[in-house]
């Protein structure tokens, strides 16, 4: 599974066939077929292990802390992701720290 992250909002989505955009705009992504996307503005793609994922969620615990499943930020050079923004360099809005700190939020809020 592909999914979008747009370094300026945050925004994380999943791709679809028709095409998605973050929350403020600048960046974006569609699937061209079941393997390929193409992507665009600042986003940045990430990809999820799929069986990593259906392991995981049938594995799901009653508490806990849950259970891990492989996510991986695909590489500027990917023969499954065509990227219209021609690689751009991931800049952060404010500091890195921050930023990290309103994604571990933001992960924290589904547990």
Sequence with gaps: MK???CPHCQDVLKLRF???TCECGKSWGRYEDEEHARI?????PLGIG???LVDALESRPADGKGTTFLAFV????????TDEGHG?????RGSKTRTLEMMEALLGEGR
């Design 18 to 20: 028709e095409q998605r």
């Design 3 to 5: 999914l979008l992250f």
């Design 74 to 81: 695909i590489p500027l050079q990917s023969p499954s992701v």
């Design 50 to 52: 799929n069986r990593s």
């Design 88 to 92: 751009a360099t991931l800049k952060f």
């Design 40 to 44: 665009g503005g600042a986003a940045v």
